[in-house]
């Protein structure tokens, strides 16, 4: 008998065991799911817990999850065509059409196996909204990572007016390699041409940031680059932590005579456009950022500072962005009633009581 943890609970087992050798355990190079059941007495002799397999929590995707919002709850897991159909309170059963693509299944126990990020951000695909999905993508390949103990913990205590994640969760956040990258996700989906969810997964990658530092860093990407008819700004070809290399004059500005780079937060290359987002952290730093500020405009780059109060004021992160595209050699945005209305749901989304806690 074969248990497939799949769609975010997936995520949630890479999320907290990434870091353990998940990722350099050995892939499937002829994945089945043959033997695979939906059956709860079954399943439950496998000793899910034991192993770490656990629900994912309802947070971690907000309103919108496999189950019909019964995340937390119910485990998703992954069954052959051919598999009688159990539904309970306790096991979600998702069928998969055809054989699954080499590589992106991992054995974790005997008889349990895991999707890899890249299979259950295509499993997704459908499940999510346009937002919730680029924001998964961005997660899967940020360079970030939340205390997972203190994030359980915490979640029920975070009051609904919070202000947005990284003030609601400051000091559990560090740093890590990233779970997947653009290049992996696209190779899945290459795989998978078939599948129902690839063309809103592709849609999703191409307005993906990888490297993310932080949340702020994800938030910022996304009201500055989300289209329109997202409620984004739309100055689409932004890197996050793009890296700039200077000349060895312009390095002795920098904070530290080892240091021989800087990264941007949010940079457009074509333009030599930047935002920084300047964090609570940098208060005790100021001298060193004025360094590598005046170290990035000595190399011709425009490098805008934006901190948190600035970007939870929407008229002032308005005159930054607008700012932004006139210097990217933009119109100014036609702020219809409609676009504010999104964009006002937006900033909802991402700054307050929001979703996608990861």
């Not at 399943?43 to 019909?68: D, I, M, Q, Y």
């Not at 998964?136 to 202000?163: F, G, M, N």
Request: one cysteine or more; glycine letters at 8%.
């Amino acid at each position: 008998m074969r248990y497939v943890c799949s769609h975010e609970d997936a995520i949630w087992y890479w999320y907290r065991y990434r870091d353990s050798g998940l990722d350099r355990a050995p892939r499937l190079a002829r994945p089945s799911l043959d033997g695979t059941s939906s059956a709860r007495s079954e399943l439950r002799r496998l000793g899910l817990e034991r192993h770490g397999v656990t629900p994912c929590p309802a947070f971690l995707l907000g309103e919108t999850s496999c189950s019909g919002g019964e995340s937390g709850v119910t485990r998703q897991i992954l069954v052959s065509q051919t598999t009688s159909n159990h539904p309970s309170s306790a096991f979600y059963p998702h069928r998969w059409h055809g054989p699954l693509p080499a590589g992106f299944l991992v054995q974790i126990g005997d008889g349990l196996f895991v999707c890899t990020p890249e299979l259950a951000f295509l499993q997704m695909a459908n499940a999510l909204d346009d937002v919730s999905l680029i924001r998964l993508a961005c997660v899967l390949c940020a360079k970030y990572a939340l205390d997972a103990k203190a994030l359980t913990s915490r979640e029920a205590q975070i009051s609904p007016a919070a202000t947005g994640l990284s003030s609601a969760y400051e000091g559990t956040i560090g740093s890590r390699q990233p779970m997947t990258c653009v290049t992996r996700l696209r190779k899945l989906l290459d795989c998978c041409e078939s599948h129902h969810g690839r063309p809103r997964a592709t849609k999703a990658l191409a307005l993906c940031g990888e490297n993310a530092a932080s949340p702020r860093e994800v938030e910022m990407l996304f009201l500055a680059t989300l289209p329109k008819r997202l409620g984004g700004f739309g100055v689409g070809g932004a890197v996050m932590n793009a890296r700039v290399t200077p000349s060895s004059r312009d390095a002795a500005l920098l904070d530290r005579s080892d240091r021989q780079y800087a990264d941007i937060d949010l940079y457009w290359p074509a333009a030599k456009v930047g935002i920084e987002y300047q964090g609570r952290y940098h208060e005790d730093t100021l001298s060193e950022d004025r360094r590598r500020l005046n170290m990035l405009t000595s190399m011709g780059l425009r490098v805008l500072q934006v901190d948190n109060q600035q970007l939870l004021n929407v008229s002032t992160f308005m005159g930054t962005m607008a700012q932004v595209r006139r210097m990217c050699g933009k119109a100014d945005l036609n702020t219809s009633t409609s676009w504010l209305v999104r964009h006002d749901e937006l900033r909802r989304r991402l700054l307050g009581a929001g979703k996608m806690r990861l």
